[in-house]
Each structure stands twice: as structure tokens, then as C-alpha cells.
T-cell receptor
Framework: DADVTQTPRNRITKTGKRIMLECSQTKGHDRMYWYRQDPGLGLRLIYYSFDVKDINKGEISDGYSVSRQAQAKFSLSLESAIPNQTALYFC?????????????FGQGTRLTVV | AQSVTQLGSHVSVSEGALVLLRCNYSSSVPPYLFWYVQYPNQGLQLLLKYTTGATLVKGINGFEAEFKKSETSFHLTKPSAHMSDAAEYFCAVSEENQGGKLIFGQGTELSVKP
């Protein structure tokens, strides 16, 4: 089983719908992240959480919200999806106890908003 | 704010030829530096990283990179390309002890011709 698991892997939704992307990890890491990948733009940070009670906006948080339900779970919500939120979304984790020197990525969720 | 620039969105080499992917960053403080690889329909895998110490860093699959502070560069090289190296490569930076909170370049797609 993957250490960082994202569900669903693929999703097509309609404009205006609320959608949640979920991420769970078995690595025991305290820090979790949501990134968005767009062609030609690389990956950009949406939100990050350094522990369960610490949630911070990233570079492109508008239109998104997150919830850290437990140390192992970090979900990303689009309250009212719009077509320009069509992208590949990645969850990642890192470990502050190890000096936080590396991120570990999930397999990604491909979201299409029509 | 930090930024990362990867020169060339597409690079094509022949099998057996040198691979050189360029990355420059803007930072007044030496950051952590990373190269990640993304194979089709997969997540990101760490190739190598520089956090401290030796500036020539060796990674997986025969890749290496050299941190040059004076040039603010972290170029990725491999002496002899293999067909299996075809993928997208991302350079990224982070602040010290925040290796999960990454700023990415736009990515370079590497093609390997037989």
C-alpha cells in the first residue's frame, strides 16, 4: 500500500458543485500539504498544515479550503468548483522530527470541472 | 519571495548522450534544493537533494547535481541518457527545515531518442 494515499484518483464534476479530495498517510509525519499542478506552471502550494491545529494558506488558496481531521488525514475542498480549477492535485507529507528535509507525494488526483 | 527558473520546457537528447537540465533560484539565503521526477500518470519521486555539506550531490538512476551558490544554480546532469529517463523533471527549493513547503520551477520534459 502507498504511504500517501489520495482519493479519488480521477474525478469529473460540474461547475458549482462542492467536491472534497482526501489524503491519508501512514508515514507518521506531522506536516501535510496540498499542491496543484498545471502544465507549464509546475506545482503550486495551496494549503499546508504543520500539525493538527496549525493550518496555513499557500500561494493559491482562493477558492479552496482544508481540514486536518487527524495527524494522518488532510482533505481539500472546493466549495463551488469552477473550470479553471481543473488540474492535477497532489498531497504531500514531511517530518519535522527528521529536520523536514524531504516531501513525500501521493499519486495525485486528476480533477476536471466541466 | 523565492522563485525557481528552469531553462527549457522541453529538452530532447539521444540515448547515450549527456543530459543537462538547468535550474536557477533566487534566494539571499542558501535554501534546500531538490530535483523531483514525474513519470507519466505517477506522482513525484525525489531524485536528489542538497541540504548542507558537499555541493555535488548524487541521486538515484545515475543523476547528480551541483549546488553553485555564486551562480544560484542547481543543474541536473547524467552522463548517458537512457530511454527510461524520459519524464518530466522539477527543480524545487525550500527554506531550511521546511523541505515539504516547496517552491517549484515550471518543469522540464525530457525526451530520449533512440
Amino acid at each position: 500500500d502507498a504511504d500517501v494515499t489520495q482519493t479519488p484518483r480521477n474525478r469529473i464534476t460540474k461547475t458549482g458543485k462542492r467536491i472534497m479530495l482526501e489524503c491519508s498517510q501512514t508515514k507518521g509525519h506531522d506536516r501535510m500539504y496540498w499542491y496543484r499542478q498545471d502544465p507549464g506552471l509546475g506545482l503550486r502550494l495551496i494549503y499546508y498544515s504543520f500539525d493538527v491545529k496549525d493550518i496555513n494558506k499557500g500561494e493559491i488558496s482562493d477558492g479552496y479550503s482544508v481540514s486536518r481531521q487527524a495527524q494522518a488525514k488532510f482533505s481539500l475542498s472546493l466549495e463551488s468548483a469552477i473550470p479553471n480549477q481543473t488540474a492535477l492535485y497532489f498531497c504531500a507529507t514531511s517530518d519535522s522530527r527528521g529536520g523536514d528535509t524531504e516531501a513525500f507525494f501521493g499519486q495525485g488526483t486528476r480533477l476536471t470541472v466541466v | 519571495a523565492q522563485s525557481v527558473t528552469q531553462l527549457g520546457s522541453h529538452v530532447s537528447v539521444s540515448e547515450g548522450a549527456l543530459v543537462l537540465l538547468r535550474c536557477n533560484y533566487s534566494s539571499s539565503v542558501p535554501p534546500y534544493l531538490f530535483w523531483y521526477v514525474q513519470y507519466p500518470n505517477q506522482g513525484l519521486q525525489l531524485l536528489l537533494k542538497y541540504t548542507t555539506g558537499a555541493t555535488l550531490v548524487k541521486g538515484i538512476n545515475g543523476f547528480e547535481a551541483e549546488f553553485k551558490k555564486s551562480e544560484t544554480s542547481f543543474h541536473l546532469t547524467k552522463p548517458s541518457a537512457h530511454m527510461s529517463d524520459a519524464a518530466e523533471y522539477f527543480c524545487a527549493v525550500s527554506e531550511e527545515n521546511q523541505g515539504g513547503k516547496l517552491i517549484f520551477g515550471q518543469g522540464t520534459e525530457l525526451s530520449v531518442k533512440p
